[in-house]
T-cell receptor, first 112, second 112 residues
Framework: EAAVTQSPRNKVTVTGGNVTLSCRQTNSHNYMYWYRQDTGHGLRLIHYSYGAGNLQIGDVPDGYKATRTTQEDFFLLLELASPSQTSLYFC???????????FGPGTRLLVL | QQQVRQSPQSLTVWEGETAILNCSYE??????FPWYWQFPRESPALLIAIRPVSNKKEDGRFTIFFNKREKKLSLHITDSQPGDSATYFCAASPSGSWQLIFGSGTQLTVMP
């Protein structure tokens, strides 16, 4: 079973604050993804990556940066957090494209 | 914008009944359709998936029916159990793409 971990699990920040969400997968998967989940919208893709140093823009990238430092680690950065970014954030990984995505436990972010 | 639509938004059935969850899409380039389920306070996980070379995919009590001409698919859960109570997401991926586009989900409740 694929192992994807996320930290922190919960985060509270203020408007304008700086937040970094971390994701690590230990199955040597090439593909990693960041999603946000909001009621009524399902899962929406923010950024994704194929390998260290690679970054692709997803469907809702505004206000987010991402960086893939190693094959295992994928970070999501909110440099000026806004209340609209209050959400549940999931990281996922997969071995290939159009393959099973394995999700981490999620990070719940509250921006006051 | 590429879209995946699901209906109904919520569904309640009795134990032993068949639950039918619907999904439709717009982009004819979509060629991979996974269904993910998510239990309360857990992460999404792959349930079953289909590619357009088939019009049916079965896994135990779970069956996907696929109609390429109408751009519709449905997930049938036979002999529904209370443990099937979850939110079900239909997703789709364009040909040659890493991206998964998720619908907004159907919340299924199975009453004992």
């Amino acid at each position: 079973e694929a192992a994807v971990t996320q930290s922190p699990r919960n985060k509270v920040t203020v408007t304008g604050g700086n937040v970094t969400l971390s994701c690590r997968q230990t199955n040597s998967h090439n593909y990693m993804y960041w999603y946000r989940q909001d009621t009524g919208h399902g899962l929406r893709l923010i950024h994704y990556s194929y390998g260290a140093g690679n970054l692709q823009i997803g469907d809702v990238p505004d206000g987010y940066k991402a960086t893939r430092t190693t094959q295992e680690d994928f970070f999501l950065l909110l440099e000026l957090a806004s209340p609209s970014q209050t959400s549940l954030y999931f990281c996922a990984s997969s071995e290939t494209d159009q393959d099973t995505q394995y999700f981490g436990p999620g990070t719940r972010l509250l921006v006051l | 914008q590429q879209q995946v639509r699901q209906s109904p938004q919520s569904l309640t059935v009795w134990e032993g009944e068949t639950a039918i969850l619907n999904c439709s899409y717009e982009d004819s380039t979509f060629d991979y359709f996974p269904w993910y389920w998510q239990f309360p306070r857990e992460s999404p996980a792959l349930l079953i998936a289909i590619r357009p070379v088939s019009n049916k995919k079965e896994d135990g009590r779970f069956t996907i029916f696929f109609n390429k001409r109408e751009k519709k698919l449905s997930l049938h859960i036979t002999d529904s159990q209370p443990g099937d109570s979850a939110t079900y997401f239909c997703a789709a991926s364009p040909s040659g793409s890493w991206q998964l586009i998720f619908g907004s989900g159907t919340q299924l409740t199975v009453m004992p």
